[in-house]
Each structure stands twice: as C-alpha cells, then as structure tokens.
C-alpha cells in the first residue's frame, strides 16, 4: 500500500511539473516581445552602467547627495551616448546611402557578369566531371534545401520585422534602461527583500553569475563588432573594393550573432569581390577566414573569458531555436540565454546531486573505516 502511494505521489509531482513548465513556457511565448524589451534594455544597462558607476566614485559634483550624484550621472551617460550615436549616424548615413544607390544601379552589371561565371562554371563541370558524377548530381533534387533556407530565412525576417513594428517597445528600451541604471541597487534590494533569508546569499550569487555573463558578453560583443567593421573597412578600402564602407557597416552589424554572424557578412563580400576581380575575391576570403579565426580564438576569450562556456554546436543549436522564436534578435540573445540557463540547471539540478553523492560517499567511506576499526581491536 505504502509503495503504491509512493509510486502515485511520484506521477502526481511530474504531472504537476510538467503542467507548471507547459505554462510557463505559454507565458513566455505570450510576453515575449515584453521579454526581448527588458533583456535588451539590460544589456543597455550593463554597457552604460560602469561609466555612471565611474562617476559616482569620484563625486564629481561636490555637495549634492548620492541620489543626485547618481541622477546627473545617468543623464550624462545617456547624453552622451545618444550624441554618439546621432553623430555616428549622421556620418555614416550620407555615404551608405550613396553607396547603396550605386550598387542598386550596378545589379544588372552584377547580375550578368554571375551568369557569365555560372556559364564558365558549367563548362568547366561539362568537360572535368565524369559522366557518371554527372548522372548521379543531376539526379538530386536540391529545391527543398533551397526552398527550406528561403523558408527559414523569411521566418527570421517576419519575426524580427514584427518585433521592430512595435514602435513602444524600441522607445522603451533607453526608458527602461536608464530606471535600471539610476535605480539598480534599489531594484537588487526590493528583489532579494522577497526572497526567503535563506535563500538569500544562493540569489545573489546567481544574480552576480547572470551579470556577469550579460555584462562580458555585450560588452564583448559590442568591442568585437566595432572591431570587424573597422578592420573590414581599411582592408576593403585598401583594396579598392566598390561599396567598402557599406560592407564593412553590415560586417560589423552581423558580428554581434554569435557563429554564423561571420559567414553571413563574409558571403556578399567574398561574391562582390570574385564579381569585380577572382583574385581580389580569394584575397577577401583568406581576409574573412584569417579574422573570424583571430576573433574567435584570441580576441573574444580575452574580452568575454571562459564565463559562455558554451561549444560551437550548443550555439549553433540555440541560435536556430532563437531565429525561429524571436528572429534576428533571437539570436543574438541565445548565446547568453543558454549559458545563463546552464548555470541554473548547473546551481538546481547538478551541484544538489552531487552534494548528495559526495554525502553518500563519504558516509559509505566512514561506515568502511569504522568496520576496519572494529575488526583491529577484535
């Protein structure tokens, strides 16, 4: 009897689990336009909070209290950070958009000097393949893998354009982030004061191991993207490669996705170069090859270090799962969901049970030395 209502409370606890996961999972689908506005006011927040953080150090303003040390702070911050960008996109609009008309007005030269090479190509497949080679390609049918990037792609797309459709919410994000910034101590207050006392020091852990990971991985991301634009731009320019400055905008707009950012810019800039010249093109390639390698296995441990712990693969995988949930801003937050969401698997589920099994060894170990004990004196 004892072991049936035991087995009964096990399938009850499961189910009741399961339906509590199934709802959150609904709640988050249902809010997830909420959720990508405070992540990415956070990750706002974390790239202007240490110069607020500098300046209140240094009580810059004599006389005023820390509350208004504070305030004037944020709004230097954000002034000047909105008059960077302002400036930087008054810069580089008039030339992009220049750049941009030339090449719409060069497509069709593109265009034919692609069928060209697609002719030369053939030929070239015509007279080295073997027929039977031949044969066996042609009897592929590669449309559905066609078809099924275009599909994906048009997802990605749709999500994000939703998303960036939502005009309140964009506006929201530097109005969230500066409450966070002027006020992030007292919000890490009112939310520890509803945590139960012993629960307390396991929160703020967490609390430093999630900022933590936010706090490396944008500011990474933001250096390695202002990093590859600049460096695409002088190599292109350097090379007399058309449209540099618009390459090397998109270069380092896409570096901010993990992985797949690189290949993605590196493709229309390795397809343009074999377009105006093929040696220029394999130039351009070693180029994207030689940085996305320096970046990945040099710059980015040094500035985001060991916290993402995520392999290549993982990253891949969740970055697919993001696309199709939240588009293009689904996978730049991925990369950190997924590392935030291993540590807390890693702080709940693996850290108790080995505790438990280190207990139990060492309780076995004891029990053993206490026989071996025993056995001396008799």
């Known amino acids: 009897m004892r072991k049936t ?14 339906v509590l996961v199934a709802v959150l999972v609904w709640i988050v689908w249902k809010i997830k336009s909420v959720l990508i506005t405070v992540v990415l006011a956070a990750m706002l927040t974390y790239v202007l909070l240490p110069a607020v ?7 810059f303003i004599p006389y005023i209290s820390r509350r208004g040390q504070r305030l004037i702070a944020s709004v230097l911050v954000f002034a000047a950070f909105f008059f960077v960008v302002g400036l930087g996109v008054k810069i580089l609009i008039a030339p992009i958009k220049i750049e941009t008309e030339n090449f719409i007005r060069s497509v069709p030269e593109y265009n034919a000097r692609l069928q060209e090479s697609i002719e030369d190509v053939q030929d070239w497949y015509t007279k080295n393949v073997p027929e039977d080679w031949q044969e066996f390609i042609g009897e592929q049918d590669f449309r559905d893998v066609g078809s099924g990037i275009g599909k994906q792609l048009g997802s990605v797309i749709k999500s994000t354009v939703e998303w960036l459709g939502n005009i309140l919410e964009i506006v929201l994000i530097p109005v969230l982030a500066f409450y966070f910034v002027l006020d992030s101590r007292w919000l890490k207050r009112e939310f520890i004061a509803l945590i ?41 320019h350097v090379s007399g490669m058309n449209y540099a400055l618009m390459l090397a ?17 590196g493709v229309p800039i390795c397809l343009l170069g074999l377009l105006q010249s093929p040696m220029l093109g394999l130039y351009l390639m070693i180029f994207v090859i030689v940085m996305h390698f320096v970046e990945s296995k040099f710059i980015m441990p040094i500035l985001i270090g060991d916290r993402m712990k995520l392999h290549p693969a993982v990253v891949l995988i969740v970055l697919l799962m993001g696309a199709e949930l939240f588009g293009i801003l689904g996978m730049f937050l991925a ?9 807390m698997i890693y702080f709940y589920v693996i850290q108790p049970r080995r505790s438990k099994q280190l207990k139990k060894t060492k309780g076995n170990g004891e029990l053993a030395s206490a026989v071996v004990r025993s056995e001396r004196i008799n």
């Open 196 to 236: 139960p006392p012993w629960h307390v020091r396991d929160a703020l852990r967490i609390m430093r191991e999630v900022g933590g990971i936010l706090q490396s991985y944008v500011i990474g991301q933001l250096i390695l993207c202002i990093i590859a634009g600049i460096l695409t731009w002088i190599v292109l």
């Open 53 to 59: 953080e500098f300046l209140c150090a240094r009580r």
């Open 249 to 265: 905008v998109f270069a380092g707009v896409t570096r901010a996705i993990p992985v797949i950012g690189p290949v993605v810019s």
């Open 335 to 343: 990369a950190p969901i997924a590392a935030i969401a291993r540590e």
């Open 5 to 18: 209502e035991s087995t009964l409370n096990v399938i009850w606890g499961l189910l009741v689990r399961i």
